[in-house]
């Protein structure tokens, strides 16, 4: 539930953060159906009646058509590194363009040098999510440091915080922010509101980060086993327990391995109850999950790694394949 007053909040922020004015165009190629295309962009754009080119969805080649009316364009990190693929993606195209931002995803630092030398553009990478919106911002002057999602917006409180313990400068904590821009809690969802929202009105939001001296702020990850695909969010959860309905599946365990495209691509590692058939296996979850939800790769093991209590860790799956895929 995410009220007007916390729309204008944030949309008033970013729109003087980001500079936007009347004379702006902005490229739009983002889905409407998520927080960074429907309220970030078109926000920014709305608030001082800039005008906007909207593509259905993102296309490099219309991107690149499009790029040279344009004076902003904002993307996923995934835009980015396909628009660096190709050739005709070149400095002229970006010649009327003042803002190149990045979010819903971690632009890799390689991605962000990559397309300075390019176009001459630093991409102003920014950290956000659904209940809160924007959080943090990379300068519209001034240093846009890749690794870090710079400094938190106006209106914006933010702490790291341990066990509820408030974290020094350097040290590594969860993410936590308070302030106008936040939700009021999931829809006919008490219990997992009260997970999140602390009493003095704080968001947990489950990311791991720390903050410098200045109040810059670099993510580590996530305290969940969360996987970012193309900017898309994917829990594990939901595809692990429609795998361990299949016949052939005697458990599973769904992670996130690296991948130059999407950032993390989906991988599932399957302990088998005798033949195994991927086949099989992705016509049963086709009609359960979404498309970009189906693992694109299937491991097979004779038993998952587990932890003295019997909890799978993950990370040693992760650590382990992406080590092989590199
Ligand atoms: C599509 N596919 C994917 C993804 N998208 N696989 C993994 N991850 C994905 N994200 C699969 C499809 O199922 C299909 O599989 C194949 O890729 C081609 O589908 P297509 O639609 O053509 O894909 P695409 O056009 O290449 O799309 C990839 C994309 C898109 C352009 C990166 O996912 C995208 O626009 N993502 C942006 C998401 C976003 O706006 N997130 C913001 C949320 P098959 O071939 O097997 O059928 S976060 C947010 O809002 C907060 C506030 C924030 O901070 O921004």
Redesign the pocket.
């Known amino acids: 539930m995410i009220s007007h007053r916390a729309l204008m909040a944030n949309g008033s922020a970013l729109n003087q953060l980001w500079g936007f004015s009347q004379s702006d165009i902005l490229l739009h190629?983002?889905?409407l159906?998520?927080?960074?295309?429907?309220?970030?962009a078109m926000h920014c754009a709305m608030l001082s009646a800039a005008e906007v080119i909207f593509l259905e969805?993102?296309?490099v080649s219309e991107t690149i058509d499009n790029l040279a009316r344009a004076t902003v364009f904002m993307?996923?990190p995934?835009?980015y590194s396909?628009l660096l693929s190709r050739d005709d993606f070149t400095k002229d195209v970006c010649s009327g363009m003042r803002l190149f931002t990045s979010?819903?995803?971690p632009l890799t630092e390689q991605t962000h040098h990559a397309f300075h030398s390019r176009t001459g553009h630093k991409i102003l990478e920014?950290?956000?999510?659904?209940e809160?919106?924007?959080i943090t911002s990379n300068p519209l002057h001034g240093d846009r440091i890749p690794g870090s999602v710079g400094f938190a917006l106006s209106g914006v409180q933010m702490r790291i915080s341990d066990d509820g313990r408030e974290c020094d400068p350097g040290e590594v904590g969860i993410v936590e922010v308070a302030g106008d821009h936040l939700f009021n809690g999931y829809w006919q969802k008490p219990k997992e509101t009260a997970e999140v929202l602390r009493d003095d009105g704080f968001l947990v939001t489950g990311d791991i980060g720390v903050m410098d001296e200045d109040g810059r702020l670099r993510l580590k990850g996530r305290n969940t086993d969360l996987i970012i695909?193309?900017?898309?969010?994917?829990y594990p959860k939901e595809i692990e327990l429609h795998l361990d309905d299949v016949e052939c599946v005697v458990e599973s365990a769904v992670i996130g391995i690296l991948d130059d495209?999407?950032g993390e691509?989906?991988v599932a590692v399957i302990v088998p109850d005798g033949i195994f058939s991927e086949q099989k296996v992705k016509e049963a979850l086709k009609n359960q999950v979404?498309?970009?939800?189906?693992p694109?790769e299937f491991i097979i093991v004779e038993e998952l790694p587990r932890n003295s209590m019997g909890k799978i860790q993950k990370s040693k799956l992760r650590d382990a394949y992406n080590e092989q895929a590199s």
Not at 33 to 40: A, E, I, N, P, T
Not at 126 to 130: D, I, L, Q
């Open positions: 190629t983002l889905p159906f998520h927080v960074h295309g429907l309220f970030v969805k993102f296309s993307g996923v995934t835009y396909r979010g819903s995803a920014r950290y956000g999510m659904t809160a919106g924007i695909s193309g900017g898309e969010n994917i495209d999407l691509r989906v979404a498309d970009f939800k189906v694109s």
